[in-house]
């Protein structure tokens, strides 16, 4: 076998699979949007199988022979070609699926199923007990599969390296650190400033359909593009790349809420650009997709925060909002950018304004950390979770469901995810710095409706790059320097300190 008719073979695999993959995307997108309650085992059984059939495909021992067959030939000889990126990246994922043992993934999918559906009670009845030995199994098989993964320094590595490749405890370590030290001193500073927002401006009732037209009109003129995509409802907003020119999202309303079907749809929208932007001719392959779920957040909390909480977005776009929900005329810029960027200490992740964010992820990256390394016992987990509230944040849960069990991630195995949002804020602060040296200042164009300058500098060095670098080259091409949590801590102390008169 040449090396040619190797590379052949995988890339046919390759397409292959993706475009099972993506019927099963549609079929989950489905399954979150659409679909009736009575259809839902059948679905679930639909989703297994296919998942079921893509792990044979992928484990199949002829991809084994052919990434030997055209490994280190002339094909791939320059590692930024889309065939040294898709042989590199095949190995990866053929590697990772063959390491773990067939009777390691049935367990773990089981654990998991069971765990997931007991955190869900537990939750309800405020019960961590009940929750305990299921964790407890949950972290045995995932230490049983960071040691089949394999790893340098300490098993999470092996389990961060899955979502945010190259990342390992002892570089998230110091970062996570550095942002603490900053935001524990700025979040001191805006309690102490006694500026208070009027956030019964946000409260106000506004009717779901005009809201609806509302996100649908500013995810537009971001440059969300909505002949090749679409918005729902579901209980969780997600973004879905089923393929190219159907990247879709769902977003969700409340009457007496507006900030959060509005921020959610740019949240996504954000997310979806970057799919958008993924290079058409390379789908199926990765060296079209999307590098690491940190980059992805990063695009997402880009327009969301950096763009969608600025003066400069909402100079243009509060006459907009102004018109289609009359309730918001006797509306300020400035009492209203105040409202929209309150900065405050709370109990629940989702909830948390941009700042405090940034903390509970550190919390919890903290404790999964200490779970792995066996320093922390899962019974220990709540009053570990309380000292650290208080620590960080000078506030306690006096629940566990507003505490150690808010989350449904560890239910889930996913140890070592956390990291990758606060990743997404410390890679979209770096490129926004650089794009507004680039091409700003940004907030001029904003103000203008200029919103598409952006989007193609985003485009061009991140979309359309694909898998080809790693998520710390890719920032290092895209900003000049080298990642660090730096632009993240100057960009909130600017903003905060005007908008609190710090
Ligand atoms: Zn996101």
Known sequence: MTAE??????????????????????????????LPRGGQGHRAEQLATLARLLH??????????????????????????PQAVNVREWRRDYDLATRIPERLAVDIARVTAEAESVWEQAKQADD???????????????????????????PYDALLDRYERGET????????????????QLLEKIEGSGRRTATP?????????????????????????????????????????IGPGDVRITTRYNENQIARGLFGTLHEAGHAMYEQ??????????????????IHESQSRLWENFVGRSRGFWSYVLP???AELPRL?????????????????????????????????????????????????????????????????????????????????????????????TLGNVFAAALYAAADREIGPLEERFACGDFASLKEWLRTKIHEVGSTYSPRQLILRATGELASPKSLISYYETKYSELYHL
Not at 24 to 32: C, I, K, P, S, V
Not at 56 to 77: K, N, Q
Not at 205 to 230: H, M, N, P
Request: proline content about 4%; some cysteine.
């Open 201 to 241: 401006l946000l409260a106000r009732s506004f009717d779901i359909e005009s809201q609806k037209r509302f996100c649908r009109t500013v995810a537009s003129a971001l440059g969300y593009d909505l002949e090749c995509g679409r918005i729902d409802v579901s209980a969780h907003p997600f973004t879905i790349g």
């Open 128 to 154: 961590w007990h009940r929750f305990e030995p299921y964790l407890a199994q949950v972290l045995d098989l995932q230490k049983e599969k960071a040691h089949a993964l394999g790893y340098l320094e300490e």
């Open 329 to 421: 005329s006797d509306t300020d810029l400035d009492g209203f950018l105040l409202a929209i960027n309150t900065v405050a200490p709370s109990l629940v992740r989702v909830e948390a304004d941009e700042v405090t964010y940034n903390l509970h992820i550190l919390l919890r990256f903290e404790l999964e950390l200490s779970l792995m390394r066996g320093e922390l016992s899962v019974s220990a987990v709540p009053e570990a979770w309380r000292m650290k509230m208080r620590e960080y944040l000078g506030i306690e849960p006096s629940s566990e469901a507003a505490g150690a069990l808010q989350d449904v991630h560890w239910a889930a195995g996913l140890v070592g995810y956390f990291p990758t949002y």
């Open 56 to 81: 044979e495909r992928i484990t199949d021992p002829r991809i084994g022979d052919c990434l030997a067959a055209v490994e280190r030939t002339a094909l791939v000889s320059d590692p930024d070609s």
């Open 320 to 322: 907009v909002a102004q």
């Open 169 to 184: 405890a002892a570089t998230l370590e110091p970062l996570f650190r550095t942002l603490k030290d900053s935001l524990v």
């Open 5 to 34: 008719e190797a590379y052949e073979f995988l890339l046919k695999t390759s397409l292959e699979s993706s475009y099972l993959g993506s019927l099963g995307e549609l079929a989950a997108w489905d399954q979150r949007t659409y």
């Open 277 to 294: 932007g993924l290079p058409r001719e390379h789908w199926g392959t990765p060296r079209g997709q999307a590098v690491s779920l940190g």
